[in-house]
């Protein structure tokens, strides 16, 4: 029986065979009238979005971030986009390139704006990249076993992503990677999308389906972590890896059934042809180098790589221990050498987090998101996540043919969940199992939104899915959309860092002398790592709040009490250090003021810069004086009054 008239076309199935009956009408495959509306709709949504930027004050953000600084162009640009992506998967079988051309304008619609607004690197903490850069680069050697200042010799044991940089700073002819830092989201991305599409065509040959699951992987992914870090590099390498592995170590006879297009979801792609014994050998040679670059690049990345492998041996397709042996083999190789001092350490903290699911799965340090830009980005991510993984089991359940071809990845996508069991990762833990479980749950979510071929079930009751999917899927992308916005932008007030303030701290660690000592909150502001190699780094903020509270009860004795004698200390304290520590939850609300008041009033710091984004005080330790009398008034800085957050 032939399509409706007016179905999509999802691409050609070849269940159905090739020949067309003589004198048939062929099908439809869109409105011909219409189709000057894709690129119209392109052109439109490009065009407001440029029309945005130069109405965007994105210097003056408070609670909500970029949210209420983007006019409404803009949104209105995203709205547009998502409708022309819909009318091109209407011929997505027949003309794929204009899903892919607006995946690409989604990518740079929604990540692009810190890059062609902002005059310094959206997350203050990229600086510290651009700092081992330069280190590198000065020092031409690398020292993974020395005791580097802020936690940095890590740096130096997985040192592949920086020496990579080095290079393209020598090739481009700039003085460091903050010429092109905040632009890492937007050609990471445009790597990715490839790759992805390797993927997901694997397992189905709809293109609806591949370019829905690619659209949706770029909405859910709000968790930042595609910025200029080892961990973006290292993350398109392990997706590089899966890819290989999932269309070229099949083994004979292994696919059963599911070569049999009868048993299979009527977007299903059949298993790719097996492979021999010496062509996977050949295989795991040509993904050695690959898997070693991975190790040399990223701490955790290697562990998420094994874990997916090890998944993947609990099918009878991809049962391949050589290549999970091998992965292992180099990790372990890695972490006993160049990595051998953080690996020893991370070893000897186990016993405390191992089992601790609770602790191990939160976010940040300890403090809980305040404010109500951090606390809406808060709620929508932890929305869009219960959304994804719904959308991923409504399909799972729902497609259980298709999940039977594409069990392989959802494997993956679960794999990393074990970890919530082993480690916190610096409060991380949750967004990196979140972050390498996407692309598997992206896809099966998508498959929760795009029926199947219109012409494989003619029923009432699939008719009927199809026309709800029909609704449901401009739906369920415009409330992803909403959901991606105050996730990824409602906290950029502590992303976003002024030129001035950068100055500030610069020259308050050229200051310093080697040796000495840089106190600050927390490590979230720009330059904070700057000559990390010859500076000390404390940011003493950084710990349990009820520590903090009573920190902030004679915050220069706290501090005095902690700094080794002799030893030249300057404490910075910035605009973006408030921002973010009131954010975070580090400190309680107004303790930023208490501290900074109580440290410029005491006698033990003087000031020596202070402007609207920030103050440097030095320490300088008084010597022993006689007790003073009871008639003599208390200085600020012994005066023990009760704090905002209710300590004595």
């Known amino acids: 029986m032939?399509?409706?008239?007016?179905?999509?076309?999802?691409?050609?199935?070849?269940?159905?065979?090739?020949?067309?009956?003589?004198?048939?009408?062929?099908?439809?495959?869109?409105?011909?009238?219409?189709?000057?509306?894709?690129?119209?709709?392109?052109?439109?949504?490009?065009?407001?979005?440029?029309?945005?930027?130069?109405?965007?004050?994105?210097?003056?953000?408070?609670?909500?971030?970029?949210?209420?600084?983007?006019?409404?162009?803009?949104?209105?640009?995203?709205?547009?986009?998502?409708?022309?992506?819909?009318?091109?998967?209407?011929?997505?079988?027949?003309?794929?390139?204009?899903?892919?051309?607006?995946?690409?304008?989604?990518?740079?619609?929604?990540?692009?704006?810190?890059?062609?607004?902002?005059?310094?690197?959206?997350?203050?903490?990229?600086?510290?990249?651009?700092?081992?850069?330069?280190?590198?680069?000065?020092?031409?050697?690398?020292?993974?076993?020395?005791?580097?200042?802020?936690?940095?010799?890590?740096?130096?044991?997985?040192?592949?992503?920086?020496?990579l940089n080095g290079g393209l700073v020598r090739a481009f002819g700039v003085d460091g990677t903050a010429a092109y830092l905040n632009w890492a989201p937007i050609v990471l991305g445009l790597i990715a999308l490839p790759v992805l599409v390797l993927i997901y065509r694997t397992f189905t040959e709809d293109w609806r389906l591949v370019w829905t699951a690619v659209w949706i992987f770029q909405l859910a992914n709000w968790v930042g972590q595609d910025y200029l870090a080892p961990q973006g590099l290292a993350y398109i390498l392990h997706l590089t890896v899966l890819a290989v592995v999932l269309r070229h170590f099949v083994r004979p006879g292994?696919?059963?059934?599911?070569?049999?297009?009868?048993?299979?979801?009527?977007?299903?792609?059949?298993?790719?042809?097996?492979?021999?014994?010496?062509?996977?050998?050949?295989?795991?040679?040509?993904?050695?180098?690959?898997?070693?670059?991975?190790?040399?690049?990223?701490?955790?990345?290697?562990?998420?790589?094994?874990?997916?492998?090890?998944?993947?041996?609990?099918?009878?397709?991809?049962?391949?221990?050589?290549?999970?042996?091998?992965?292992?083999?180099?990790?372990?190789?890695?972490?006993?050498?160049?990595?051998?001092?953080?690996?020893?350490?991370?070893?000897?903290?186990?016993r405390e987090s191992i089992g601790r699911l609770t602790q191990n799965s939160r976010a940040g340090y300890a403090g809980q998101l305040t404010g109500p830009g951090p606390e809406l980005a808060g709620r929508a991510g932890i929305a869009m996540a219960l959304a994804i993984v719904l959308l991923a089991g409504v399909a799972v359940f729902a497609r259980r043919r298709l999940t039977r071809g594409a069990l392989p990845l959802l494997l993956v996508s679960a794999a990393p969940v074990p970890l919530f069991a082993v480690n916190d990762y610096g409060g991380e833990m949750l967004f990196r199992v979140?972050?390498?479980?996407?692309?598997?749950?992206?896809?099966?979510?998508?498959?929760?939104?795009?029926?199947?071929?219109?012409?494989?079930?003619?029923?009432?009751?699939?008719?009927?899915?199809?026309?709800?999917?029909?609704?449901?899927?401009?739906?369920?992308?415009?409330?992803?959309?909403?959901?991606?916005?105050?996730?990824?932008?409602?906290?950029?007030?502590?992303?976003?860092?002024?030129?001035?303030?950068?100055?500030?701290?610069?020259?308050?660690?050229?200051?310093?002398?080697?040796?000495?000592?840089?106190?600050?909150?927390?490590?979230?502001?720009?330059?904070?790592?700057?000559?990390?190699?010859?500076?000390?780094?404390?940011?003493?903020?950084?710990?349990?709040?009820?520590?903090?509270?009573?920190?902030?009860?004679?915050?220069?004795?706290?501090l005095a009490d902690r700094i080794p004698r002799g030893t030249t200390a300057h404490i910075v304290l910035t605009r973006t250090q408030d921002i973010y520590t009131a954010g975070e939850g580090l400190l309680p609300p107004g303790g930023f003021a208490v501290l900074r008041t109580r440290l410029k009033a005491s006698p033990l710091f003087t000031t020596v810069e202070e402007e609207p984004y920030g103050i440097v005080l030095a320490y300088t330790p008084k010597a022993p004086s006689a007790p003073k009398t009871s008639s003599t008034p208390k200085s600020p800085s012994t005066q023990t009054p009760s704090t905002p957050g209710g300590a004595p």
């Open 254 to 350: 292994s696919a059963g059934r599911l070569r049999d297009r009868a048993h299979l979801d009527p977007a299903a792609a059949t298993v790719p042809p097996p492979t021999t014994t010496r062509q996977r050998a050949v295989c795991v040679a040509i993904l050695a180098p690959l898997i070693f670059a991975v190790n040399a690049v990223h701490q955790l990345t290697p562990v998420m790589l094994c874990m997916s492998l090890a998944a993947l041996t609990l099918t009878r397709r991809y049962r391949n221990y050589g290549l999970l042996a091998v992965a292992a083999g180099l990790m372990l190789l890695w972490d006993l050498t160049m990595g051998r001092p953080l690996f020893m350490e991370t070893l000897g903290t186990l």
């Open 434 to 558: 979140y972050l390498f479980g996407l692309p598997g749950a992206a896809f099966f979510a998508a498959a929760a939104l795009v029926p199947a071929a219109a012409g494989a079930r003619r029923s009432r009751g699939a008719v009927h899915r199809r026309r709800a999917m029909a609704v449901a899927l401009p739906v369920v992308l415009v409330v992803l959309l909403a959901g991606f916005l105050p996730a990824y932008y409602g906290k950029d007030a502590m992303y976003y860092t002024p030129p001035a303030e950068t100055r500030l701290v610069t020259r308050a660690i050229d200051r310093l002398p080697e040796g000495g000592l840089l106190l600050a909150t927390s490590g979230s502001f720009p330059q904070a790592l700057h000559r990390y190699d010859r500076v000390e780094h404390w940011f003493f903020a950084e710990q349990e709040l009820p520590e903090n509270e009573k920190m902030l009860a004679d915050p220069a004795r706290y």
């Open 2 to 163: 032939p399509a409706r008239p007016d179905a999509p076309d999802p691409g050609p199935h070849p269940h159905r065979g090739s020949a067309r009956p003589a004198g048939a009408r062929p099908p439809r495959t869109g409105l011909p009238g219409l189709r000057w509306l894709p690129p119209a709709l392109l052109v439109l949504g490009l065009g407001l979005w440029g029309l945005a930027l130069p109405l965007t004050d994105f210097r003056s953000m408070a609670d909500y971030g970029l949210l209420d600084r983007l006019p409404v162009p803009f949104y209105a640009s995203l709205l547009v986009l998502t409708a022309g992506f819909l009318v091109t998967l209407r011929r997505a079988g027949t003309s794929p390139g204009w899903p892919l051309v607006y995946c690409v304008a989604l990518l740079v619609a929604l990540k692009a704006v810190p890059a062609v607004l902002y005059d310094s690197a959206r997350y203050p903490w990229a600086s510290k990249h651009d700092a081992v850069v330069n280190t590198l680069l000065g020092a031409g050697e690398l020292r993974p076993h020395a005791a580097l200042s802020g936690n940095m010799s890590a740096y130096d044991q997985w040192p592949g992503f920086f020496a």
